[in-house]
């Protein structure tokens, strides 16, 4: 079947920091792949994405690249804020009249 | 860009008591529309998929008679909660589906709404 598998966190890190939270994926056709960020309280954003091997997504500092080599989907951020301070859901979508796959969610909170 | 807005964003209710949630697609009709439980420690949970015309398919271990969807129309699809109990409470969120032109990513998600029974 399809999944998704995400570093469950929580992830504490110092504002400036760098960030890396794994995403990987197993799934019976190709894929697009998506980060998603919820702030406290609100619900899913769109951060960024992927459709196709190889395809970087960024968005607002952050960076994921999308390797079908090794099935991943990793996020990262050279420089985290405590604005970044969410939780982040990676999930994969297969077309058509499929369903969102997510993973369970990391929880960062960013420290001034 | 495309917008989904659901309602209410927090209500608090006596057990007992039936509550409806609204999630309407403000800028683009929506065959299909999802309705979420995120439980306290952050995991999404699909509850069901909401058609247009036609009964909502929901997902093994929901009841289809507490959780009750009606998409009447290409803009709004509702969630009741029927005689909630406090085991309810949670954090409901919907989402739109919306594919082709004009759509970067396959959902459009509402804000959110934080239910809460006494």
């Known amino acids: 079947g399809n999944s998704v598998t995400q570093m469950e966190g929580p992830v504490t890190l110092s504002e400036e920091a760098f960030l890396t939270i794994n995403c990987t994926y197993t799934a019976t056709g190709y894929p697009s792949l998506f980060w998603y960020v919820q702030y406290p309280g609100e619900g899913l954003q769109l951060l960024l994405k992927a459709t196709k091997a190889d395809d970087k997504g960024s968005n607002k500092g952050f960076e994921a690249t999308y390797r079908k080599e090794t099935t991943s989907f990793h996020l990262e951020k050279g420089s985290v804020q405590v604005s970044d301070s969410a939780v982040y859901f990676c999930?994969?979508?297969?077309?058509?009249?499929?369903?969102?796959?997510f993973g369970k969610g990391t929880k960062l909170t960013v420290n001034p | 860009g495309a917008v989904v807005s659901q309602h209410p964003s927090r209500v608090i209710c006596k057990s007992g008591t039936s509550v409806k949630i609204e999630c309407r697609s403000l800028?683009?009709?929506?065959?299909?529309m999802f309705w979420y439980r995120q439980f306290p420690k952050k995991s999404l949970m699909l509850m069901a998929t909401?058609?247009?015309?036609?009964?909502?398919?929901?997902e093994q271990g929901v009841e289809k008679d507490k959780f009750l969807i009606n998409h009447a129309s290409l803009t709004l699809s509702t969630l009741t909660v029927t005689s909630a109990h406090p085991e309810d409470s949670s954090f409901y969120i919907c989402s739109a589906s919306r594919t082709g032109v004009g759509s970067n990513q396959p959902q459009h998600f509402g804000d959110g709404t934080r239910l809460s029974i006494l």
């Open positions: 800028d683009f009709q929506a065959t299909t």
């Open positions: 909401s058609n247009e015309g036609s009964k909502a398919t929901y």
């Open positions: 999930a994969l979508y297969l077309g058509g009249s499929e369903k969102l796959v």
